[in-house]
């Protein structure tokens, strides 16, 4: 599985913008997909999971401002992030698992991940 996040740039306060992750491989439509992101000098946090169904879960900070999405037939993961704030500047990644059970594991159950791309959110 591969998987690549785009998306990413400079945005003022209050500004909004939409990651894509274009995933490859095989049986994505079974894989669960996560966004998350690491802010400088910060520990890599969860930002959204989304599993094979449509259920999605957030980080309690982020839930109202940010929707994740995925659309099967073209193997794309969306992370639409609104009211964007200064705090969210980060590398964002995307990754993906196929292991059953819970769908929004811990970071260290994903084993496919794309690399990051950067949003800066300031004025």
């Known amino acids: 599985v591969q998987l690549q996040a785009s998306g990413g740039g400079l945005v003022q306060p209050g500004g909004s913008l939409r990651l894509s992750c274009a995933a490859s491989g095989p049986n994505l439509d079974y894989h669960a997909f996560g966004w998350f992101r690491q802010a400088p000098g910060k520990q890599r946090e969860r930002v959204a999971c989304i599993n094979s169904a449509n259920s999605a879960q957030y980080a309690d900070s982020l839930k109202g401002r940010f929707t994740i999405s995925r659309d099967n037939a073209k193997n794309m993961v969306y992370l639409q992030m609104n009211a964007l704030k200064p705090e969210d500047t980060a590398v964002y990644s995307c990754?993906?698992?196929?292991?059953?059970?819970?769908?929004?594991?811990?970071?260290?159950?994903?084993?496919?991940w794309g690399q990051g791309t950067l949003v800066t959110v300031s004025s």
């Open positions: 990754a993906s698992h196929n292991h059953g059970g819970a769908y929004c594991p811990a970071i260290t159950v994903w084993p496919y």
